[in-house]
């Protein structure tokens, strides 16, 4: 099935710094969503992204809707402890009967 | 404001039993999906109910069944437990299945023994 590449696996991080991760597929998305597990917790639902170019930020969260509508970036600025968790990218390409396809994740660890 | 609830947080089961988990929302929502959570290998989808009624696999359903019980519950129910089948499993619904966000539940930790 449909697969999407999401990296880096991991991430270590300093408190303070920005960090950056994408998703990338080999078909074209319409729809790209971004979410952030917490230890122990289900995925929820940080940023949605509706059309190529598009640009949105929640907080110091900024994700793009790549041009190509294969990829998609995560940008977190000035990272804080809370900010630890696994970052997932879900993309929708219209041919999986509307469900969402997950990547495998990126788990960000803040050192303080 | 409950969202999304699952029943039981936690279960160990030994191999060959059977159990059912339970998940109910409380959102309106028409679309609900269970998913498997493996170290290293994201979210893989089970079964899916696009809408009360209806049911579908989705990338791993062997070893699964579901029942859509009304439009707030649906169900996965393990027949004969393996211990490949210890994971994480979270269900999520949608107000409909294109293009909106999910909203999880907490998830549910299965050992099978």
């Known amino acids: 099935g449909q697969q999407l590449n999401q990296s880096p696996q991991s991430m270590f991080i300093q408190e303070g710094e920005d960090v950056s991760m994408n998703c990338t597929s080999s078909?074209?998305?319409?729809?790209w969503l971004w979410y952030k597990q917490d230890p122990g917790e289900g995925p929820v639902l940080l940023i949605a992204?509706?059309?190529?170019?598009e640009l949105t930020s929640n907080g110091r969260l900024t994700a793009q809707f790549g041009i190509t509508r294969k990829d998609s970036f995560l940008n977190i600025s000035a990272s804080i402890p809370s900010d630890v968790g696994i970052y997932f990218c879900a993309g929708l390409d219209g041919g999986s009967q509307g469900n969402l396809i997950f990547g495998k994740g990126t788990k960000l660890s803040v050192k303080p | 404001n409950a969202g999304v609830t699952q029943t039981p947080k936690f279960q160990v089961l030994k191999t060959g039993q059977s159990m059912t988990l339970q998940c109910a929302q409380d959102?309106?929502?028409?679309?609900m999906y269970w998913y498997r959570q493996d170290p290293g290998m994201g979210l893989r989808l089970i079964y899916y109910s696009a809408s009360e009624g209806t049911t579908d696999k989705g990338e791993v359903p062997n070893g699964y069944n579901v029942s859509r019980l009304n439009k707030r519950e649906f169900s996965l129910r393990l027949e004969s437990a393996a211990p490949s089948q210890t994971s994480v499993y979270f269900c999520?619904?949608?107000?409909?299945?294109?293009?909106?966000?999910?909203?999880f539940g907490s998830g549910t930790r299965l050992t099978v023994v």
């Open positions: 959102m309106n929502h028409n679309s």
């Open positions: 078909s074209i998305f319409n729809t």
């Open positions: 992204l509706y059309k190529a170019g």
């Open positions: 999520a619904s949608s107000p409909q299945g294109y293009g909106y966000g999910y909203t």
